[in-house]
């Protein structure tokens, strides 16, 4: 029968021939990083910013490709949060759908924000009541006539 290892810190079995376990290993990685990064946290920095001088197209870009894929994400989580499909038709496809204000303002409501990024604010507010997910024929029904085109 073989003898369990139990690491020094935690008591936890473990099976490699440190004599910690992945946990502690994790904890004690992480600790070195942060003790690092605010050791040579000046030097990063210009060496950081150096790089991005030279390499100013290729940041641009994986900055874009960042931002791309952020905002795709986010969406994804609102629209499922409210419901994931339009409130009037019942469209399900994402890349037709958005944020309304149940009860009209949002024009005013951007102008207030300053932003035009509705899934994001609603993310950083807890998903505040008010709103629900349209499609956008629903929705531009709604600005232009008061009332969606189905319900015509």
Known sequence: MERKKICLNCGAEYQSRARLCVLC???KRKQYRKEHHIKNRERDY???RAWIKNNKERYNEVCKLWS???RKNIKKIVVDYYGGVCACCGEKDIR???VDHIHGGGNRHKKLLRRSDMP???RQENYPEGFQILCYNCNMGKSH???C???L
Request: hydrophobic residues 25%.
């Open 25 to 27: 290993n994790k904890k």
């Open 46 to 48: 210009k060496n950081s």
């Open 68 to 70: 791309r894929e952020y």
């Open 96 to 98: 037709f759908l958005c």
């Open 120 to 122: 994001i604010y609603l």
């Open 145 to 147: 006539y008061k009332v």
């Open 149 to 151: 085109p189905h319900k």
